[in-house]
């Protein structure tokens, strides 16, 4: 298992950006592929962004594809999650989590994906 803990949230008012950052202990970071995802109020968990084990592949959603960057650092064992260009409809809690061993890849599934962090709460005012 890998442990996982968010930070970099908070409130920013649209057009601005924020840097999303999720440390990561337990397994050996390099060998891990990561994601990020995440959840508006009164709405279903969603796939924000992946990265492959040494960032040489990096995917995302549609709706954040040119304002958001995933990037990962394996010595630090950290990924992070730029976003800019921000809109109200990005407000969210975000989640990084660790891509399952032996599971689909590439994959926008949740259940492809076995370790969780806390998230970071992500507020974009209009």
């Known amino acids: 298992q890998v442990q996982l803990v968010e930070s970099g949230g908070g409130l920013v008012q649209a057009g601005g950006s924020l840097r999303l950052s999720c440390a990561a202990s337990?397994?050996?970071?390099?060998?891990?592929?990561m994601g990020w995802f995440r959840q508006a109020p009164g709405k279903e968990r969603e796939f924000v962004a992946s990265?492959?084990?040494?960032?040489?592949?990096?995917h995302y959603a549609d709706s954040v594809k040119g304002r958001f960057t995933i990037s990962r650092d394996n010595v630090k064992n950290t990924v992070w999650l730029q976003l800019t260009d921000l809109k109200p409809e990005d407000t969210a809690v975000y989640y990084c989590?660790?891509?399952?061993?032996?599971?689909?890849?590439?994959?926008?599934?949740?259940?492809?994906?076995?370790?969780w962090g806390q998230g970071t709460q992500v507020t974009v005012s209009s």
């Open positions: 337990g397994r050996t970071f390099s060998n891990v592929r």
């Open positions: 989590a660790a891509h399952s061993t032996g599971a689909n890849w590439p994959t926008r599934r949740l259940t492809d994906f076995g370790s």
């Open positions: 990265i492959s084990r040494y960032g040489g592949s990096t």
